[in-house]
């Protein structure tokens, strides 16, 4: 069932007794949780008819009871059900022993008076199980899988607007990059936008730069970036940042490892003609990191890339084997290769 379609049929009190929310997005699974909340009973009753069991730590049992029994001083009951791995081929490794015959027979006769939701924060359920067919059959299936990157953005882009702010698309692209196109990142960011652009209903590069953090990968791509622009002192700067951060030299350099891995490959892949959409496929990589990697060793020798790696392998056995202070091992390595490669 469409995300959109079934929120507004249930804020329109248009309930069905039995939901099963199956995705991974967090976003729409938190909203989904409060829009049933705010709906199904009333905030006076909320303390008696509202239960919430989730099945890492409880027996379904005890759900299936509150399900099951009539509502206190009010119309209706909301169980909700949080990770029901039983649903999935995955083994739960808390050893409880889930009742499934009675969900079965709970769900061939649900409690009139009760909206039973089931959030499933899977990709998809094992079609194989008699339980998942059946829940499949009765329920109401709600997709909160996580959007593609084209409607993540589209999302997003559409929220700003609606707001009333304005934001241009260098902003709103560096918006994009440090949030990953991911919708629940961006949705827990953009709070803090809009109250700095709170005055002209204006966000501004700057405010994205100071505002949204970056995490540890585009960190290092930073890094990577003024190392081949041969940048030594920003290269240091950011460095020495992840260090405050309390990240380990030596997982800082295993990352950096990884990316110029990265950018051998793809330099020696469109050497042999395969375009972005072949080297993705063949390197099995998000198609963004391809293209930001293609645009890195478009002006850059094999060679360049090859000592790099090799300088980075040696460091990090460097680092492994206690041969010098590894911060310092590592500021030697930025210095003498970005001294070696040319100016971009």
Avoid: C
């Amino acid at each position: 069932m469409n995300y959109t379609t079934e929120m507004s049929k249930i804020k329109k009190g248009q309930l069905q007794p039995v939901y099963l929310f199956l995705g991974k997005e967090d976003f729409f699974i938190e909203e989904a949780k409060q829009l049933l909340l705010r709906t199904v009973v009333d905030e006076a009753d909320k303390d008696l008819n509202v239960g919430i069991f989730n099945m890492d730590g409880t027996l379904l049992d005890r759900a299936l009871e509150d399900a099951e029994s009539l509502p206190f001083f009010g119309e209706r009951r909301l169980v909700i059900i949080e990770n029901p791995l039983f649903l999935t081929a995955e083994k739960s490794k808390n050893g409880l022993e889930h009742d499934l015959g009675w969900l079965e027979s709970y769900l061939e006769n649900p409690a009139p008076s009760t909206v039973l939701a089931i959030f499933a924060p899977y990709e998809k359920l094992d079609s194989r199980k008699k339980i998942a067919k059946l829940l499949t059959k009765k329920a109401v299936t709600v997709d909160v899988s996580p959007l593609a990157e084209k409607e993540a953005r589209k999302f997003l882009g559409d929220m700003i607007k609606n707001e009333g702010y304005q934001m241009n698309r260098d902003a709103l692209e560096l918006f994009y990059e440090r949030i990953e196109n991911q919708l629940s990142r961006g949705m827990r960011e953009l709070p803090k936008l809009f109250l700095s652009g709170s005055e002209e209903k204006k966000i501004t590069k700057q405010m994205v730069i100071d505002l949204i953090p970056r995490n540890l990968e585009q960190n290092i791509f930073e890094l990577v970036t003024q190392v081949l622009n041969k940048n030594t002192y920003l290269a240091i700067q950011i460095y020495r940042d992840l260090l405050l951060q309390k990240e380990e030299p030596i997982k800082v350099n295993a990352i950096l490892l990884g990316q110029f891995r990265l950018l051998l490959q793809v330099k020696l892949l469109s050497k042999n003609g395969y375009q972005q959409t072949d080297i993705t496929k063949v390197l099995k990589v998000h198609p963004y990191r391809v293209k930001l990697a293609v645009q890195q060793v478009r002006h850059l020798s094999e060679k360049v890339l090859a000592d790099a790696f090799q300088g980075l392998v040696e460091t990090e056995y460097n680092m492994k084997t206690g041969q010098g202070l590894k911060e310092i091992q590592f500021e030697l390595f930025l210095i003498r290769y970005a001294n070696a490669m040319p100016k971009q």
